[in-house]
């Protein structure tokens, strides 16, 4: 239960790394 756990906590780690890498290239694109 442990590992699946914590593979769970890192790809929601991974999710909110790649939401905000998008959400960055988006404003950048709407900006430029």
Do not use: N, P, Q, R
Not at 18 to 25: I, K, S
């Amino acid at each position: 239960m442990h590992i699946l756990y914590k593979l769970d906590s890192i790809v929601l780690s991974a999710l909110e790394i790649g939401l905000e890498t998008a959400t960055f290239v988006v404003g950048y694109h709407l900006t430029y």
